[in-house]
């Protein structure tokens, strides 16, 4: 299985940047790697994904190591909209894993 | 554009009962994947079908199954309903088998089995 580790839970003050790691040893050329968040009762969104470069999209920015053995999830300026569970995920033909998340935290 | 749509949004069943869940693509997703999501954790991959056909399945017993029909949306079946399949069951939609352009899931339907 495609495995991604990242922490359980992370706080950050509101309109401060936030920075979500993520680490995927085992990633193959092939995969992709995407974010999505989920709010409770609710099916994960769409934050961003890349393959190589960094990206960057109104939500977010995704930074992705060289050897892509890990990546970033960046949001400028938190708010407390962005309050939700962070799912790192690599995107494999026939299956995509999710961990469990990291809760992100937001003080106002 | 809808997005994509799953119903029921809840259902309870009965242990030992049978449960079909049905999902809706966006229009001109082709590929459908289908997970549990169990209270507290990450979902859990079941299935994907592409172009009809079966791509990959998860760790599940064979009490799951689903399909796809030609014009992509999908359901997924569960026999024998055990108590710990209680979850919430979650369907993403993808333009393509690799999910090139990310993945569209549902709000999900909420199994409740007593």
């Known amino acids: 299985d495609a495995k991604t580790t990242q922490p359980n839970s992370m706080e950050s003050n509101e309109e401060e940047p936030v920075h979500l790691p993520c680490n995927h040893s085992?990633?193959?050329?092939?995969?992709?790697i995407h974010w999505y968040r989920q709010l409770p009762s609710q099916g994960p969104e769409y934050v961003i994904h890349?393959?190589?470069s960094n990206v960057n999209n109104r939500m977010a920015s995704l930074a992705i190591a060289e050897d892509r053995k890990s990546s970033t999830l960046i949001l400028h300026r938190a708010t407390l909209r962005d309050a939700a569970v962070y799912y790192c995920i690599l995107a494999r033909a026939g299956k995509s894993t999710f961990g469990d998340g990291t809760t992100l935290t937001v003080k106002p | 554009d809808a997005g994509v749509t799953q119903s029921p949004t809840h259902l309870i069943k009965t242990r030992g009962q049978q449960v079909t869940l049905r999902c809706s693509p966006i229009s001109g997703h082709k590929s459908v994947s289908w997970y549990q999501q169990v209270l507290g954790q990450g979902p859990q991959f079941i299935f994907q079908y592409y172009e009809k056909e079966e791509r990959g399945r998860g760790n599940f017993p064979d009490r799951f199954s689903a399909r796809q029909f030609p014009n992509y949306s999908s359901e997924l079946n569960v026999n024998a309903l055990l108590l710990g399949d209680s979850a919430l069951y979650l369907c993403?939609?993808?333009?393509?088998?690799?999910?090139?352009?990310?993945?569209?899931f549902g709000s999900g339907t909420r199994l409740t089995v007593v």
């Open positions: 085992t990633i193959s050329g092939t995969d992709y």
């Open positions: 993403a939609s993808s333009r393509d088998r690799l999910a090139n352009y990310g993945y569209t």
């Open positions: 890349g393959l190589t």
